[in-house]
């Protein structure tokens, strides 16, 4: 099934790093989500992009949907232990269905 | 405010068996969306339920299949199981059809011997 190009793969960070994964598409969508699973959970939904350009924070967690439509951006700042995760992003155009993409794992060193 | 549930938790099955696999949305939403998460990959979109009535339907055969009740609360069935089945399944819960905000349950964990 398609799924949407994230990166990087994974991530080996320090606590306290600042992070920065992103997600690419080769179609528009206009409607741009980012999720957190745990290990044994379901998604867990972070923060929802509406507009080309807007930028969207979450607490330490800031998101932007691309100015093409066609991809977008994560960022965490000051990473903390329960960080840790796989971070997914997903892409809606219109009413359809949500492309999820490959996925970004995170890991956090003390 | 109740947020979505599934079961059950772990599911073990042999190939050609039937399974059924339920979820009760998030108080106040109609809308319930069914995912297969295999190892390492993102979910994929199997079906969508809105009022009772498949809504959007992915790249999966017939053998999956679903309903949606009254109360909003669905359920997943796949016949004839494959080993490629084996997988995480997720719903997810949506105040209308159409939202892009997604609400997910933990999953249901199936293995296909």
């Known amino acids: 099934g398609q799924q949407l190009n994230q990166s990087p793969q994974s991530m080996f960070i320090q606590e306290g790093e600042d992070v920065s994964m992103n997600c690419t598409s080769s179609?528009?969508?206009?409607?741009w989500l980012w999720y957190k699973q745990d290990p044994g959970e379901g998604p867990v939904l972070l923060i929802a992009l509406y507009k080309a350009g807007e930028l969207t924070s979450n607490g330490r967690l800031t998101a932007q949907f691309g100015i093409t439509r066609k991809d977008s951006f994560l960022n965490i700042s000051a990473s903390i232990p329960s960080d840790v995760g796989i971070y997914f992003c997903a892409g809606q155009w219109g009413t359809d269905k949500l492309i999820f993409g490959t996925g970004t794992r995170l890991q956090v060193f003390p | 405010e109740t947020g979505v549930t599934q079961s059950p938790t772990h599911l073990i099955k042999t190939r050609g068996q039937q399974v059924t696999l339920r979820c009760s949305s998030q108080s106040g939403h109609n809308t319930v969306s069914w995912y297969q998460q295999a190892l390492g990959q993102g979910p994929q979109f199997i079906f969508q339920y809105y009022r009772e009535e498949e809504n959007g339907r992915g790249n999966f055969p017939p053998r999956f299949s679903g309903l949606q009740f009254p109360n909003y609360s669905s359920e997943l069935n796949v016949n004839a199981l494959e080993l490629d089945d084996s997988a995480l399944y997720l719903c997810?819960?949506?105040?209308?059809?159409?939202?892009?905000?997604?609400?997910f349950g933990p999953g249901t964990r199936l293995t296909v011997l």
């Open positions: 179609s528009i969508f206009n409607t």
């Open positions: 997810a819960s949506s105040l209308e059809s159409g939202r892009a905000e997604q609400f």
